[in-house]
């Protein structure tokens, strides 16, 4: 894995999305997250909506090495009312401790780096414990390469984000 960019914390305006959200078996992730993002850019496109930036998933509750509520989004420039499956949200605004990585197969090692790195400097995140596993107000894994149309998975590169405690 290469981190691009150091880990830093940094503030962030709150952004709409809309997104998929449930609960998948945390063995499945990137088929679910590659399934869900094909099925909201369809979405999107059949509402007429254009991504107002990345793509991401984000994870409600985590449950590592059994499940994650989990969510796919896509920003947009305003929120509409949804339907059954898509539904309108927010990444809500304030503190991030956040780096970019590259490669597929390193969200594993990108978020352990940045987990390390605020243990170190004192960073608590905004975060409980839920009965399912670790809940967070916002934890976030923004595609900054388009995930669908860039077969070169080794360039991939992805900004990991976690929601500091105010």
């Given at each position: 894995m290469q981190v691009t960019t150091a880990p830093s914390v940094e503030s962030r305006a709150e952004q709409p999305y809309m997104g998929i959200r449930l609960w998948i078996p945390s063995k499945d992730l990137s088929t679910w997250t590659t399934k869900l993002l094909k099925e909201l850019s369809r979405w999107m496109t059949s509402a007429g909506l254009?991504?107002?930036?990345?793509?991401?998933?984000?994870?409600?509750?985590?449950?590592?090495?059994?499940?994650?509520?989990?969510?796919?989004?896509?920003?947009?420039?305003?929120?509409?009312?949804?339907?059954?499956?898509?539904?309108?949200?927010?990444?809500?605004?304030?503190?991030?401790a956040n780096l970019t990585y590259t490669g597929r197969n390193n969200a594993y090692k990108g978020n352990k780096t940045l987990v390390e790195w605020a243990r170190e400097n004192g960073v608590a995140w905004d975060r409980w414990d839920d009965p399912r596993g670790d809940a967070f107000r916002c934890r976030y894994e923004s595609y900054l390469s388009d995930r669908l149309t860039d077969p070169d998975k080794a360039t991939w590169r992805t900004n990991v984000a976690i929601k500091v405690m105010d």
């Open positions: 254009l991504a107002g930036g990345p793509a991401f998933h984000r994870f409600h509750v985590i449950n590592m090495g059994t499940e994650f509520e989990l969510e796919v989004g896509i920003p947009v420039a305003t929120a509409v009312s949804g339907d059954d499956r898509v539904k309108p949200s927010f990444i809500p605004a304030g503190r991030y």
